[in-house]
């Protein structure tokens, strides 16, 4: 299903993110222009409804505080000199062709539940194996998790449960493997397992990018 860049309502202009609805049965709205704020909830809302959303999450400028909220989007960094030094190094296969979709498989088990985590779709693994690195960690032959990044930024960081401690390490060999002065990442607000991990990383919030609420319920 495709995303509607710009929606245009009778109370307002919104974009709606519809390519999660067959996966994971969410809508996201981004208000953009709006004239008349719960009209326009509510002819959103019911779009995404009728596209086949269970879940309609919102964010915008407005006033969004009569809804439940649901968590934020903040980006975090750290400098690279003052991130701890690497002890042990977990070993990384990258993605190549033999194991791209053991690693669509593997991203979207892990991500399957944190808010806004998109679903890798196999036009994505194409995407990141061209266009970004990544690997699956390997634990003693058995792949353990996996990694995503750019030089510079953080992209995603997930272990399997049976190697539960194991993040602290892998994040630690990527972001090792970096040269710009400053790291940075993307994390919701909901997911306090990654945020103490980056914490424990040298990591500080440095912005708040957005603030998402449930739209789902009139």
Partial sequence: MKDIPIFTGEHGVATLI??????????YVMLRTVWRLQPFLSECRAFCRMAGAESVYVTGQEDL????FVHAMERWTCRRADLPPLVEPVDLTPLDDSNRETFRTLYNRLFAQIPNAATCTPQEVERIQREERAALAVVEGQIAGLAQWTDGRLEAIGVDSGFRGLGYRLALTVLHRMTTETVELQVSSANQRALALYQRLGFTKTETLSHWYDLTEE
């Fill in 18 to 27: 519809l390519r999660e609805i067959p996966h994971q049965q969410r809508a």
């Fill in 65 to 68: 505080s009569g809804l439940p």
